[in-house]
Structure formats: structure tokens, C-alpha cells
């Protein structure tokens, strides 16, 4: 068994990991910017879309009001991508005007990696042991009539819309497709755009997408929903199709997964995904076993989002027509319950 490259303490009681968990937790719904006598914490995942003029005025305007030597703390606790958001070069350019003292700053990220010239601190992977908390036990058996891929999305995006589309059509009649994001919400996005995307548009008029019937019972139906709510119904979508399309928070990123390629690791889920650039390459860092055995797998080199969306498309067709289909699946599925225990370890370790 491969060495797993993940963040365990050596010596940590259940008390400790509790307090780790909650502190983690607490950070990540806070608000977006919080000042005391001793610290000022920013809120990275305010900032999920982009970094807009708006925030930097605001944050300039905190920081010459309010800035009297405090430690400067930016929480990026949900994989935010303070790159490419400008996150970052906010405060480089903060610390360039002597507005605030370069060793004031502290960044609180998932990166494994840090190659950037501020302090930082590694934040714990809480979502690998929280989310099997709120995990229910599944049927460990597909429905008979299960489709061949599903992909559940909350949030809207362009590229998660380019995803949905692409799946519908590369498996007509045999996808499970939850798209949460209302048609007008859509509209309003592409409305700013002429000539082009009007058979997706249309397509999205008349689709009917599936729904997660339990999780509408509980909550109404809002256009995003937290992941301990996906997370405690995901039983009840996991047998309805084979093959899970993840679509990841950060499809620019490679260096974090959040509970939604993690529900797939715990439960034993065969998926593809969309993030990064060689996002496959971080989970199989881990220990975890991805599925080049069975699914062309380059599609996570691809350079673009829409480039690997298209990518994967082909290499799940390629499956899909495969006389050996069901065995290649059931390849998959072993490859799966692997990764199962794999995820199981690393909660032992925790």
C-alpha cells in the first residue's frame, strides 16, 4: 500500500481534533472581515467569484481606519484560489504601499506548497472526517435502472453550465443531472453575451432535471445548498447512477478537494472531475487509486476548463461504447472500494 502523503498529527487525543475541527469550522462561516485589538481576519471564500474593485476599496479602507499593529489573518479554509481571485495580489500590493507590515500577514490555505512571500500557515483537511459524520449508510447496490453518469451542481457557473449541457447530450436518457441554478439565474449571466449560446439556452428551457427529492423535502429548494445537507442525503442519489461527473469547486486549482470528490472517496464511488490540472495527480499524492486502468485519464492535463470538459466527454463515450462496458464498471467499482479504505486509514490516523 502506498505511503500516505497526508497531514496526521503523531499524537493527538479526540479532544484535540474536536477543537481543530470547530476552530476550522468556525473560520469558514464567519464574517467577511473581522477586526479586534489583536488580529484582523479576512474571509477568503467572500471572495468565491472575484475580487471585485468593491471589496478592494472596502478592504483599503478597513485597513488605513483600522490597522494599529494587529495580526493580519487570511482564512482561505474552503480551497480558495487566492491567485487567481487577486486575493493575493491585493496584499502584496497592501504591503508594497507600507499601508501594512509584510510580516503582519498570514495566510491560512489548504496548499500543500507555498511559494509565495508571506507567512503561512497549513490548514487542516477537516472536511475528510466531518463529512463521513454526516454521511448516511447506502444500499452498497446500484439501481437496476441506474443511469450511466450522474453530476449534482448547486452553484452556477459558466463551466459547470458547459458541463450539464455536455453531459445531457453525450448520454441522452441515461444521465442523473441535479442543476440547481434557476433559468433566470442562467439567463441573467449570458444575457451580457450576443450571438452565441442559444442552443443551451434553449436546451436548458425545456430540460427537466432530476431532483434530490429528500433534501427538497427538508429544505425548499435553494439554489446552493451547505455540504453537511448534500452530504446527509447523498445516500439516496449514490445507487442512481454508475459513475460520478464531480464538478470541483475550482475548476483552475489542483491542490485541494472538497466533500464533493470526497463523498466519492468515502462511499466507494467511481467519478471523473473537474478541477485543475492535474487534479488526479493530488488525490493519487494521498494514496488514492484514479481509474487510468479503464477511463483516459488525460483529460486532467487538459489546459482549460472547457478543453477537459470535452475531453472527458470523450473519454466517458469511449466507456460507454465499449463492448466490455460492464466489466470495465465493475473495474471501477473495485478501484472504488480502495479508495474506500484508503479514506477509512486516514481517519484512523486522524
Not at 500557515?121 to 472536511?127: G, I, R, W
Not at 427538497?216 to 461527473?245: D, F, R
Not at 464533493?260 to 488525490?283: D, E, H, I, M, R
Request: with cysteine.
Amino acid at each position: 500500500m502506498k505511503d500516505l502523503n497526508f497531514p496526521i498529527p503523531t499524537s493527538v487525543t479526540a479532544a484535540d481534533v474536536g477543537k481543530v475541527l470547530e476552530s476550522d469550522m468556525s473560520r469558514a462561516f464567519d464574517k467577511m472581515v473581522t477586526v479586534t485589538d489583536t488580529e484582523i481576519i479576512v474571509q477568503a471564500h467572500y471572495f468565491n467569484n472575484n475580487f471585485s474593485i468593491i471589496h478592494e476599496e472596502a478592504l483599503l479602507d478597513i485597513f488605513e481606519t483600522y490597522y494599529h499593529g494587529q495580526q493580519i489573518i487570511i482564512s482561505a479554509s474552503d480551497g480558495e484560489n487566492i491567485l487567481n481571485r487577486g486575493i493575493l495580489n491585493f496584499f502584496e500590493d497592501l504591503c508594497h504601499k507600507q499601508i501594512v507590515p509584510r510580516k503582519a500577514v498570514v495566510f491560512e490555505t489548504t496548499h500543500r506548497q507555498w511559494n509565495y512571500d508571506f507567512t503561512h500557515k497549513k490548514l487542516n483537511y477537516y472536511v475528510v472526517q466531518v463529512l463521513k459524520n454526516n454521511l448516511q449508510p447506502h444500499s452498497e447496490k446500484i439501481d437496476v435502472d441506474a443511469k450511466f453518469v450522474g453530476c449534482t451542481i448547486s452553484r452556477f457557473t459558466p463551466i459547470r453550465f458547459r458541463l450539464a449541457y455536455e453531459l445531457d447530450q453525450s448520454f441522452i436518457n441515461d444521465n442523473f443531472l441535479i442543476f440547481r441554478p434557476s433559468v433566470s439565474k442562467v439567463n441573467e449571466h449570458f444575457s451580457k453575451i450576443n450571438g452565441a449560446y442559444t442552443q443551451e439556452l434553449e436546451w436548458m428551457k425545456s430540460k427537466k432535471f432530476d431532483e434530490d427529492v429528500m433534501l427538497n423535502h427538508s429544505l425548499e429548494k435553494h439554489s446552493q445548498v451547505g455540504w453537511q445537507a448534500s452530504a446527509s442525503t447523498y445516500h439516496t442519489l449514490w445507487p442512481k447512477y454508475q459513475i460520478e461527473c464531480v464538478a470541483e469547486t475550482d475548476s483552475l486549482s489542483n491542490y485541494f478537494f472538497t466533500e464533493k470528490t470526497a463523498k466519492c472517496l468515502a462511499t466507494g464511488k467511481p467519478f471523473v472531475v473537474l478541477s485543475g490540472p492535474g487534479y488526479l495527480k493530488t488525490l493519487q499524492n494521498f494514496g488514492f487509486k484514479t481509474y487510468s486502468d479503464v477511463i483516459d485519464e488525460s483529460y486532467d492535463n487538459a489546459l482549460t476548463p472547457t478543453a477537459r470538459v470535452r475531453s472527458m466527454m470523450q473519454s466517458l463515450t469511449d466507456l460507454y461504447r465499449s463492448p466490455d462496458k460492464e466489466i470495465k464498471i465493475q473495474k471501477l467499482n473495485h478501484t472504488a472500494e480502495y479508495n474506500k479504505s484508503i479514506y477509512d486509514e486516514i481517519l484512523r490516523k486522524i
